[in-house]
């Protein structure tokens, strides 16, 4: 399995990393090939035995199984557009949160999450998963030394995507839990929100993360 992750920034670049790491065959997406060249070769520095190649966009996502969502959200929309017919038979991953100007809320309605919107765009064929919204970039650096474990909330409508998703997310040092349906993301993102707000106000420095026993 191939998976493509759309973004070079923070969160892409992150989990890039760790799932070369784990010994899966990851092409980095970009606007600019170049740019999505330059990290693979970054990558492949530092991990010699890493499979891992570079390109732009489309042909990132045409080449992956999985296609990772990892650029912000008001940016998703006109690249989803673009990239359906390459997504047809593929499956997405969306860990977007559609934050407002200065964190303290979403730009989505209460009635919906941006994976939901992000489903509406791509249609029906095309699942979309929603994971890593609550998981901030500096986790991504290493994900297993904290015990325990940070949780990441997995939700979907497709079954298949989504146990292929929470594989995934486990393969790289992350609990996956199942958060049910895809509507679910409206209270993830909310969750997000939150996050923000408590790193804030606590100082943590944004290297928090959920847990839940049992």
């Known amino acids: 399995m ?6 070079t920034g923070k969160m892409g670049s992150g989990l890039a990393r760790l799932w070369a790491r784990a010994g899966e065959t ?26 891992v ?3 732009e966009n489309a042909a990132a996502a045409k080449a992956g199984n999985v296609v990772v969502l990892a650029v912000p959200y008001r940016q998703i929309a006109p690249l989803a557009r673009r990239l359906k017919p390459a997504l047809k038979g593929k499956m997405a ?18 009635t919906t999450s941006a994976a939901e919107e992000i489903a509406k765009v791509l249609g029906k064929g095309i699942p979309v998963v929603g994971a890593f919204k609550n998981t ?10 904290a015990a325990p474990r940070h949780d990441v909330l ?27 349906r895809l509507r679910a993301a ?10 923000i707000a408590l790193d804030v106000r606590y ?12």
């Open 154 to 180: 997995v939700c979907g409508d497709d079954v298949k995507a989504k146990t292929i998703v929470t594989a995934l997310v486990d393969r790289i040092g992350f609990r996956a839990l199942d958060a049910g």
């Open 93 to 110: 991953m969306d860990i977007s949160n559609p934050l407002n100007a200065d964190f303290s809320g979403l730009t989505t309605r209460p």
């Open 2 to 7: 191939a998976i493509a992750v759309l973004g």
């Open 26 to 51: 990851v092409i980095v997406g970009s606007r600019d090939a170049a740019k999505a060249q330059g990290l693979a070769a970054e990558i492949a520095k530092e991990q010699p035995d890493a499979r």
């Open 136 to 145: 901030f970039a500096s986790l991504l650096a290493n994900p297993g030394a």
């Open 186 to 195: 409206r209270t993830i993102e909310q969750m997000t929100v939150l996050m």
């Open 53 to 55: 190649l570079g390109m």
């Open 203 to 214: 100082h943590v420095g944004f290297t928090s993360g959920w847990h839940f026993t049992g």
